[in-house]
């Protein structure tokens, strides 16, 4: 077997031990703990795991459910010392002169959990990173300069080690304690909210002073993860025609009020292009994770096990696409309700609802901008190829959909959304409520000057 630096790994771990911390001896080899070369051979990447010794929880009389607030608060402050303090600059190689390579371990994450495991690239509160009887375990990535592996090199890889862990431990143990209670306390707020939501016959809540719109980066490019949009954010405000829910926080000892998506119900979000339809639709299926002051998404919130359906081609294989298609188009092989082939994008949408109601999703999550919108609404050339469209269906048969929640989003579909129980239109990003009749007298009025320019 090739000698490397991790065959020393093992006696590494056991000589990183102060009375302040120490390496988790019992983590993965090779998996959580390990040091390597980078492909140029200018740098050494390692990540180190470690067990802190704290009392900055000790004050926190707050329950321990929200300790990974905590944990979130340290990390975050270890990231924004860390720019100005060479101590802790292994945790980007600041003596690599490859800084750019591992800025990622630098970017800030306002993602606290998530029952997906999203942002496993960042460094954030997770299985490796938590917080258990008055220690904090913490992988801490890294790089320093190059070396070649040795025996004879173990204790300076060591005293290297050894400081740098304790730079963060130090940090970590004067995390300002103000950070740590507040996001405790919206960690707290959060997890009330999501386990108050059956009760309240919701799918979600969106609270008032919701910010959803993001801002992307280099390693944040996904609106899971993405950060708050810098600038002008406009705020959203529950109308007062919708019913605002009102609910208390434990953690922070507030009252909040916001929109209630109901369980069962047809929700639609309208507007004219580039008014927020797409990132508010976004924010509520983000609403599964638990999020960090500041996100701005931190007091709204959805519970898991929705879908967002759109008209990605898939590979079908003896799926039901009945009702929408009474007969298949050419290509594809078997019966409707068990179709073979190369999905178009309405069959493949089309599968995605069908199976989205027969598993009972709580709710499905349908964006104009991503759809087949002959799937979505009457269509001309739609009518001899026996495509039955969402809102005739819908129309049809209301009960159709079961308990799963439909929201959608979108300027186009208005017979869609004129078989919705309630309707928001964002109008310069703020929303306003829309009255069923209101909208169907408008849409006559539309329709009327359509058929005028036949």
């Keep these: 077997m090739t000698s490397n630096w991790n065959s020393y790994l093992s006696e590494i771990l056991h000589q990183i031990r102060t009375p302040d911390f120490a390496a988790d001896t019992h983590a993965r080899l090779v998996t959580d703990a390990y040091i390597v070369p980078s492909p140029d051979k200018q740098d050494l990447h390692f990540a180190l795991p470690v067990v802190i010794k704290t009392g900055i929880f000790d004050e926190i009389s707050l329950p321990l459910s929200g300790s990974v607030g905590g944990v979130q608060a340290a990390i975050e402050y270890c990231k924004q010392k860390a720019q100005s303090s060479h101590d802790l600059g292994a945790l980007y190689g600041v003596d690599t002169g490859n800084q750019s390579r591992y800025l990622v371990n630098l970017e800030p994450c306002t993602i606290i959990s998530s029952p997906s495991s999203i942002a496993t690239c960042l460094w954030h509160p997770d299985d490796q990173n938590y917080f258990k009887d008055q220690t904090i375990h913490l992988i801490l990535q890294g790089a320093v300069p190059y070396r070649e592996h040795s025996l004879s090199r173990v204790p300076e890889i060591v005293d290297q080690f050894v400081s740098y862990a304790q730079a963060i431990s130090d940090t970590v143990n004067s995390t300002p304690p103000g950070k740590i209670k507040h996001t405790w306390e919206v960690v707290i707020d959060q997890k009330t909210l999501l386990d108050k939501l059956p009760g309240l016959g919701l799918v979600s809540f969106i609270g008032d002073g919701t910010r959803p719109a993001r801002e992307y980066t280099r390693y944040r490019c996904w609106e899971r993860v993405a950060g708050p949009k810098r600038g002008v954010h406009i705020p959203f405000v529950c109308p007062p025609e919708l019913d605002p829910v009102e609910v208390y926080l434990p953690g922070s000892n507030k009252m909040i009020t916001g929109l209630g998506i109901r369980r069962g119900e047809l929700f639609a979000i309208t507007g004219s292009n580039a008014q927020g339809k797409s990132s508010l639709l976004q924010a509520i299926y983000c609403g599964q994770d638990i999020h960090a002051p500041?996100?701005?998404?931190?007091?709204?919130?959805?519970?898991?096990?929705?879908?967002?359906?759109?008209?990605?081609?898939?590979?079908?294989?003896?799926?039901?696409?009945?009702?929408?298609?009474?007969?298949?188009?050419?290509?594809?092989?078997?019966?409707?309700?068990?179709?073979?082939?190369?999905?178009?994008?309405?069959?493949?949408?089309?599968?995605?609802?069908?199976?989205?109601?027969k598993k009972r999703s709580p709710y499905i999550i349908i964006d104009e901008d991503r759809s087949a919108q002959n799937l979505l609404h009457p269509c001309y050339m739609s009518v001899d190829s026996q495509v039955y469209s969402l809102a005739s269906l819908i129309n049809k048969d209301r009960n159709w959909l079961g308990d799963s929640s439909l929201i959608i989003a979108g300027s186009g579909m208005e017979l869609l959304i004129a078989g919705a129980d309630r309707i928001i239109r964002l109008c310069n990003h703020a929303p306003v409520a829309v009255s069923r009749e209101e909208w169907r007298t408008g849409l006559k009025r539309y329709y009327q000057e359509l058929i005028e320019m036949v």
């Design 294 to 357: 500041g996100d701005g998404r931190e007091y709204l919130v959805t519970l898991p096990g929705g879908v967002s359906v759109d008209s990605t081609n898939i590979e079908l294989k003896g799926v039901d696409l009945t009702p929408f298609f009474g007969s298949l188009p050419p290509g594809m092989d078997g019966t409707p309700s068990c179709a073979s082939g190369h999905g178009s994008g309405s069959a493949s949408m089309a599968f995605r609802i069908k199976e989205a109601i």
